[in-house]
């Protein structure tokens, strides 16, 4: 369970807790003094240790409300399933994107199997669930997947602010697939007159009706063309670990970002003492032409892998 989730959780009981003592106290009660004393010292010694501590693999909950939501009571089962699959969906493109580099437009989504989230509670508060990440052994550092979750909580938030501009900015970093995810998970919450909360360890992030169907129009409305290309030139400047490039092709400067597949390949060459920066190689290049809504296009180049070097 989220760690943010469950400190709510706990300074509520807590709040509770003390209204009791002090009225156990007005009335003069030693017994219960005594009781929801004890229970006091506890709640904030837990509170306390959930502070200090720090959770390394994925967690969040996914509150949900509106129309298929009754009460704290239940929540409409073909709906539930949909909104799960959909948020599921978009973490392993978000998580695929960021181990391997790109996606292609077709095809499985690579490494999906390490991005399985289990449903291990109900939520309350509303009506949802908690989806865990389920490790066989502990780890002593934060998960990639924990990081790509709060990535997806992030990017819905951005996707259906008020201000437009931030989203025009995000879409600069996406791809196809995972613009196409985020309208369905957008798609799916309008259609069926949801709202949701989604509450990481450290965050959350509140869509109501409005945001959502802001989230819904922009992604609708964007298109992301992919064309992949072989090109030819001199290699003008490259930063593996912010992965950028400049590259000096026939047509001019070319520059954009970088593959996790071609830094590792600039790495491996520097490490045999290869310096790729200066000399003439080959790259695999993917544009990518962004049409947003009310704009004019725009192209985004990714270099997606060296298929020569130094000639």
């Known amino acids: 369970m989220p760690r943010k989730f469950q400190l709510e959780s706990l300074e509520a009981d807590l709040a509770e807790i003390e209204a009791l003592l002090e009225q156990a106290r007005s009335f003069s009660d030693p017994l219960g003094t005594v009781q929801y004393g004890y229970r006091k010292t506890q709640l904030e010694r837990q509170i306390a240790d959930?502070?200090?501590g720090e959770e390394m693999t994925a967690s969040v909950a996914l509150l949900f409300g509106g129309a298929p939501v009754f009460g704290?009571?239940?929540i409409d089962a073909e709906f539930a399933g949909k909104a799960i699959a959909r948020f599921q969906d978009l973490v392993s493109r978000v998580y695929a994107k960021s181990e391997w580099g790109a996606l292609g437009a077709r095809g499985p989504v690579p490494l999906k199997s390490k991005t399985a989230l289990m449903v291990t509670e109900i939520a309350r508060g509303s009506?949802?669930?908690?989806?865990?990440?389920?490790?066989?052994?502990?780890s002593a550092l934060e998960t990639s997947l924990k990081g790509t979750v709060s990535e997806v909580s992030e990017l819905l938030d951005r996707a259906a602010l008020p201000d437009s501009s931030d989203f025009e900015s995000l879409t600069e970093t996406l791809d196809g697939r995972t613009l196409a995810a985020?309208?369905?998970?957008?798609?799916?919450m309008s259609t069926s007159g949801a709202t949701v909360r989604i509450v990481t360890d450290d965050s959350e992030v509140v869509l109501d009706s409005g945001a959502i169907n802001r989230g819904l129009e922009r992604?609708?409305?964007t298109s992301i063309e992919e064309n992949d290309a072989e090109v030819y030139g001199r290699l003008q400047g490259f930063l593996p670990t912010?992965?950028?490039?400049?590259?000096?092709?026939e047509s001019?400067?070319?520059?954009?970002?970088?593959?996790?597949?071609?830094?590792?390949?600039?790495?491996?060459?520097?490490?045999?003492?290869?310096e790729l920066i200066g000399q003439t190689c080959g790259i695999r290049l993917r544009t990518r032409t962004i049409k947003p809504l009310n704009r004019p296009p725009r192209a985004v180049n990714y270099?997606?892998?060296?298929?020569?070097d130094a000639t």
Not at 303 to 308: M, R
């Open 50 to 52: 959930l502070r200090a």
């Open 72 to 74: 704290m009571r239940g």
């Open 127 to 138: 009506f949802g669930f908690v989806l865990d990440e389920m490790s066989q052994q502990a």
């Open 182 to 188: 985020l309208t369905d998970l957008f798609s799916t």
């Open 219 to 221: 992604t609708k409305a």
């Open 242 to 249: 912010h992965k950028k490039f400049e590259f000096v092709g």
């Open 252 to 274: 001019g400067l070319i520059y954009g970002l970088v593959s996790t597949e071609a830094a590792d390949q600039f790495e491996a060459a520097r490490a045999h003492g290869r």
């Open 303 to 308: 270099l997606l892998a060296f298929i020569s």
